[in-house]
């Protein structure tokens, strides 16, 4: 029969596509791509994929075949800014439709991956939840859940939201908790552990879930990371908080991301002002968080950042400084070590296609 290949290994993909989101108040037009390759860390051909004002987050669905952005305007409508949805097709965005949030400056969209798309209004102090079709377009008239009536001394900002199986969970820079809704009947409703609260002037931004239950939340007012896990009532209780800082640094810092690599052993956090990565990494037991170190991001005001899909490099968006840095990531440490950058007037999202 002649040599079959037999023992010959498929070879893991080298080539990915990146999806960036910028804020278009510079030299930006909208929203960008790059090809990354994974063998090296180089970020190359670069391309406008869609004209659009302020993409300051973007969000690509679980079966590639869509992206959506944020419009991170207060002047999409009468009523604040607004969300568009693109097909995804051999790589390119195919415009499909657009729609007001109902509140100013939606500055994260989230997809529950059965026909949600939930967008966070941080000057509105709302969260709008659209239907979405079956070609992935959105749906009028979405529901609005209005975090201005929870409290009548504080401001509301709402910053992100994440679907977790029935629950919506969104994080309220201003409200110094995490909401939590259930899906009653199509219409999302608070759950009956309404708020997860941190301390006072955190300023919960963004969050991830890790392994067992554990809820990882980066705090941007007072640079720290909450830890909750959850009991077996299904409600969660704060287990810890870490300071994202080194204890020397004296200067003003707010955090932005947070992010678990894939095998869920180490958690990254980026700092804007210490400019910084901070690196911990994560008990496997507890869920706890132990310090690695940080990374310098070789630019000003790390806003998103992000893992390849090979989980060996992480990509920074630098957005005062208008770079993106690329780092080696060593998989066995949870370190990094600067390899190269690129120019990008004010990146603030990145996304990867594969």
Request: net charge negative.
């Amino acid at each position: 029969m002649g040599l079959v290949g037999c023992s010959e290994k498929k070879e893991a993909k080298k080539e990915f596509q990146l999806f960036v989101g910028t804020y278009t108040d510079g030299d930006s037009e909208g929203i960008y791509k790059f090809t990354f390759d994974a063998g090296t860390g180089a970020l190359t051909n670069k391309n406008l994929a869609a004209v659009l004002p302020n993409p300051s987050f973007i969000k690509i669905s679980e079966d590639k075949k869509n992206l959506y952005a944020a419009q991170e305007t207060a002047d999409f409508d009468s009523l604040g800014g607004g969300v568009t949805a693109f097909r995804l097709k051999d790589g390119q965005l195919e415009l499909l439709n657009s729609m007001g949030t109902e509140g100013k400056h939606p500055c994260h969209v989230a997809l529950s991956g059965d026909g949600y798309l939930a967008a966070s209004n941080y000057s509105g102090g709302n969260v709008s939840i659209f239907k979405l079709t079956e070609n992935g377009s959105l749906v009028s008239n979405p529901q609005i859940i209005d975090h201005k009536v929870l409290d009548t001394t504080k401001t509301s900002h709402a910053h992100m939201a994440n679907f977790k199986e029935n629950d919506l969970f969104v994080a309220d820079l201003g409200l110094d908790a995490v909401k939590r809704y259930s899906n009653l009947n199509h219409l999302f409703v608070p759950s009956e552990q309404a708020s997860l609260n941190v301390a006072e002037r955190a300023g919960p931004r963004h969050f991830v879930f890790g392994k067992e239950g554990i809820l990882y939340v980066i705090n941007e007012l007072n640079s720290t990371l909450t830890v909750f896990k959850q009991k077996e009532d299904g409600s969660y209780k704060e287990i810890e908080t870490k300071s994202t800082l080194d204890s020397a640094f004296e200067g003003k810092s707010y955090c932005a991301d947070v992010h678990l690599s894939a095998d869920g052993k180490f958690l990254y956090g980026s700092n804007r002002g210490e400019n910084t990565i901070v690196i911990f990494s994560v008990d496997s037991d507890s869920g706890k968080l132990s310090l690695v170190g940080r990374e310098s991001v070789r630019g000003d005001w790390p806003r998103n950042f992000t893992l390849d899909p090979s989980g060996n490099f992480l990509l920074v968006a630098n957005q005062r400084s208008n770079n993106i840095t690329i780092y080696k990531r060593d998989v066995g440490k949870g370190t990094l070590e600067f390899l190269n950058e690129i120019k990008l007037s004010s990146p603030v999202c990145l996304e990867f296609l594969d």
